[in-house]
Nanobody, 123 residues
Framework: QVQLVESGGGLVQAGGSLRLSCAAS??????MGWCRQAPGKNREFVAS????????YYADSVKGRVTISRDNAKNTGHLQMNSLKPDDTAVYYC??????????????????WGPGTQVTVSS
């Protein structure tokens, strides 16, 4: 059974940091990434990373504050978020594509999604 499970969310003050993790099981994925959705807003694509880890994509809203990485040996992805702002408050979802080799359109090509983890940034 293929599963993605996020962890690491929580409540943090503005300016703080959180490290989200996405544990994948059942198979390996070519491209992994993260999306988020705040109450009353559309889903936003945050970041993605290719299998090699050498190619990454970041949304302008998080560029410079967020780093995506992956450990293929553990089939796990991570999203290190620094200098968090109240606008970063959302449910963060891990997404993964089996064959898609791009990075900028991962939400349209994802085969699996995690249930999400809540990130709340207080001002």
């Amino acid at each position: 059974q293929v599963q993605l499970v996020e962890s690491g969310g929580g409540l943090v003050q503005a300016g703080g940091s959180l490290r989200l993790s996405c544990a994948a099981s059942g198979r390996a994925f070519n491209t992994m990434g993260w999306c988020r959705q705040a109450p009353g807003k559309n889903r936003e694509f945050v970041a993605s990373i290719r299998w090699s880890g050498a190619i990454t994509y970041y949304a302008d809203s998080v560029k410079g504050r967020v780093t995506i990485s992956r450990d293929n040996a553990k089939n796990t992805g991570h999203l290190q978020m620094n200098s968090l702002k109240p606008d970063d408050t959302a449910v963060y979802y891990c997404a993964a594509a089996i064959f898609y080799s791009g990075i900028s359109d991962l939400p349209q090509h994802s085969d699996y999604w995690g249930p999400g983890t809540q990130v709340t940034v207080s001002s």
